[in-house]
């Protein structure tokens, strides 16, 4: 299976390093391990976006769907590259892709997506996505 996406589909790149413990029995990343690298790319970027509030913050993000579709293998030690733009910006959820490059590649040696439904810290109810928060996610668009 093929990709038709490039680096240059992707509104935000931030650099990402292969960890030691990355590796799995066979010598490359093992497939649960590029969830993580997603969870570091999406919420690196609102983070950094000052967007999300991970520790005092009103509004959390829960994770309602995944998938992952593997083009090349990687493996430890390798510099990265993910790759991330918004699919969809709801009114209360966000379907985020990520792609993860091994440095300077043009083409991902994986792609995936997180759909997130934003949610009151406390009650846990579904909750309209604050202004600050949707503008950072509105540049991925």
Same mark, same amino acid.
């Given at each position: 299976?093929?990709?038709?996406?490039?680096?240059? @589909?992707?509104?935000?790149?931030?650099? $990402? *390093?292969?960890?030691?413990?990355? !590796? @799995?029995?066979?010598? +490359?990343?093992?497939?649960?391990? %590029?969830?993580?690298?997603?969870?570091?790319?999406?919420?690196?970027?609102? #983070?950094?976006?000052?967007?999300?509030? #991970?520790?005092?913050? =009103?509004? #959390?993000?829960?994770?309602? &769907?995944?998938?992952?579709?593997?083009?090349?293998?990687?493996?430890?030690?390798?510099? /990265? =590259?993910?790759? /991330?733009?918004?699919? +969809? $910006?709801?009114?209360?959820?966000?379907? %985020? &892709?990520?792609? #993860?490059?091994? *440095?300077?590649?043009?083409?991902?040696?994986? &792609?995936?997506?997180?759909? +997130?439904?934003?949610?009151?810290?406390?009650?846990?109810?579904?909750?309209?996505?604050?202004?600050?928060?949707?503008?950072?996610?509105? !540049? /991925?668009?």
């Amino acid at each position: 299976m093929k990709t038709k996406n490039t680096r240059a @589909d992707y509104k935000h790149i931030m650099p $990402l *390093q292969t960890r030691w413990s990355d !590796n @799995d029995i066979y010598g +490359h990343v093992n497939n649960v391990t %590029y969830y993580s690298y997603f969870d570091t790319v999406v919420n690196g970027y609102l #983070i950094d976006s000052a967007a999300l509030d #991970i520790h005092g913050g =009103e509004v #959390i993000g829960l994770v309602v &769907e995944t998938g992952c579709q593997y083009f090349a293998p990687l493996a430890f030690p390798e510099a /990265l =590259e993910g790759g /991330l733009r918004v699919a +969809h $910006l709801g009114n209360s959820s966000v379907r %985020y &892709e990520i792609a #993860i490059f091994k *440095q300077g590649d043009a083409k991902p040696a994986a &792609e995936g997506h997180f759909v +997130h439904v934003y949610v009151n810290r406390k009650t846990r109810r579904p909750t309209p996505l604050p202004d600050k928060f949707r503008k950072a996610l509105e !540049n /991925l668009v």
